[in-house]
């Protein structure tokens, strides 16, 4: 599950764990929690928390570069010295914040509460993150300038693992989402993670390839998923699983995009592409799928990230369920 651009609240978080979802998917951006050199400010902790003392697991993606090192907050942070050590300074924080045994979790020196049972006033084991994305579809312009460049991209992801295991040797690294919409003029994350291979001991940096499979229909997700594993098979990685951080289609009335599928019609493509994946699961290797969003933004805060982003929830802002969510709820208790 992916929060989206609507924050968890408590009353969220309690519905996820009601619902049976065990881990989602969160931002955890650079620039905000340290907007300026020196101290962190650790803004996430109250995301983390809430999903925490519910016994739900996190996935950071990790991004984000702050103005005093670039201009924008999609330049990958690689460019200089100080674009990487700061970077790194960044991550070794977050791991040692929120890792296995971090200061999140751990009680004070005098055997006072953790900040984690503080924040929210309860018992509930930790549940530390042992699993981090690194950055978000650098395959798009959008999200990765100057321009994508699997090189560049592959500079910061062993960075980044140094950084990681400097800390918690055990932590698995995730390769950000690599965008592809499954038609055959544009197939986007197949040729980038081919050239994302020849990056010099990049195979050894990550464990696990991740992809946002935004096709328009069932057709489309399979070949996106077939590409992708075709190429990781011809790297001889056939062995590292495949996570989708990222799928969905929205419930707006359907458009010349193919993204919005009506009400009904999100309902039963959600139901066909978990189907394909429960078959596929071994021959894929899909280790996690991550639903975008829990629930829409509100509709004043005009989120246009994308043609169907406004209505991609399981749940309407309101927390009014979907037909969507009630498929996915059912799916949830099969599987187990």
Known sequence: MLSGPTPFDSTDAAQIA???IRTVRISLQWYRVQPRPGAFHWTTDTMVGR????GISVL????GTPSWIADKTTTAPVANTAAKVGWQAFVTATVRRYGPGGT????GPTGGKSPFHTLCGCNAPPVPIKAWQIWNEPNLQHYFTPRPSPNAYGKLVKASRLAIQAV???AKVVLAGLSDNGESRNPG???FLKKLYHVPGIKSSFDAVAVHPYARNIRNLRAIMTRVRKVMKQRHDARTPLWVTEIGWGSGHPDRYGHNKGLRGQRKILQQSMKLFAS???TWRVAHVYWFFWRDPPQSSSHNACSFCESAGLLKNDRRPKPAYKAYES???RAR
Do not use: G
């Open 189 to 191: 994350a197949a040729p």
């Open 51 to 54: 999903l925490a003392a519910k």
């Open 18 to 20: 009601r619902t049976k």
């Open 104 to 107: 999140f979790w751990a009680s």
């Open 280 to 282: 596929k699961r071994k």
């Open 331 to 333: 799916l949830l208790e």
């Open 60 to 63: 950071p993606t990790l991004s």
């Open 168 to 170: 918690d040797s055990e």
